[in-house]
């Protein structure tokens, strides 16, 4: 059974760039979610994607956006970026109509807007 | 609106003791609960978790008691271990049709385990 993956783990953007953040589910999963974490918070919702399709979105701008392939994997896109966008990005796989919500993630991508 | 919260940003314990763990939420709707634990330069490991229709979960060292009326829900680890030290999150989710969407996350609390 192949785990969450996220690539790349850091990256150093400067304001106004755009950044792409890649996630692989793991293997029999369907489900993808993005969350946000700033340092000494919680993770933050920003969205999810079942069958290519926006499945949910938290209080995010559209500058974030995303999409889910046909094998599950996934991006994460974040246009114009604010200095307030530096956080862990955490990607989480998880099956659609398991009965429960359990996610699991992969590492994170630690993104730092200069 | 913090929906999920973990009022204790801390807290230390002996080796071989008892580490209790807290979460109060405010929304209703939440019926599942899951504990995560999380290492510096690592993502979020699921722990445990509790369906609102019952009140008490075990898994080994770890059990998670939720109190429906009060809105709190506890993580017990007994013994607690040096390697349990991380972080731990509290998180909720609400049952949307028949599957389940995002995960509310209260702001973590530092378990520090001295040997």
């Known amino acids: 059974e192949t785990g969450v993956t996220q690539s790349p783990t850091h990256l150093i953007k400067t304001r106004g760039q755009q950044v792409t953040l890649r996630c692989s589910s793991q293997?029999?999963?369907?489900?993808v979610s993005w969350y946000q974490q700033a340092l000494g918070q919680g993770p933050q919702f920003i969205f999810q994607?079942?069958?290519?399709?926006?499945?949910g979105r938290g209080n995010f701008p559209p500058r974030f956006s995303g999409l889910q392939f046909p094998n599950y994997s996934s991006e994460l896109n974040v246009n114009a970026l604010e200095l307030d966008d530096s956080a862990l990005y955490l990607c989480?796989?998880?099956?659609?109509?398991?009965?429960?919500?359990?996610?699991?993630f992969g590492p994170g991508t630690r993104l730092t807007v200069l | 609106d913090q929906q999920v919260k973990q009022n204790s940003p801390s807290l230390s314990v002996q080796e071989g003791r008892i580490s209790i763990l807290n979460c109060d939420y405010t929304?209703?709707?939440?019926?599942?609960f899951l504990w995560y634990k999380k290492y510096p330069a690592e993502g979020p490991t699921f722990l445990i978790s509790?369906?609102?229709?019952?009140d008490k979960n075990e898994d080994g060292r770890f059990t998670v008691f939720l109190n429906k009326s009060a809105k709190h829900l506890s993580l017990h680890i007994v013994p607690s271990q040096p390697g349990d030290s991380a972080v731990y999150f509290c998180?909720?989710?609400?049952?949307?049709?028949?599957?389940?969407?995002?995960?509310?996350f209260g702001q973590g609390t530092i378990l520090t385990v001295h040997p």
């Open positions: 989480a796989s998880s099956l659609y109509g398991s009965g429960g919500p359990w996610h699991f």
């Open positions: 293997s029999g999963h369907n489900t």
């Open positions: 994607y079942y069958r290519e399709e926006e499945n």
């Open positions: 929304n209703s709707m939440f019926d599942y």
């Open positions: 509790i369906s609102s229709i019952k």
């Open positions: 998180a909720a989710s609400a049952a949307g049709g028949t599957s389940y969407g995002k995960l509310t």
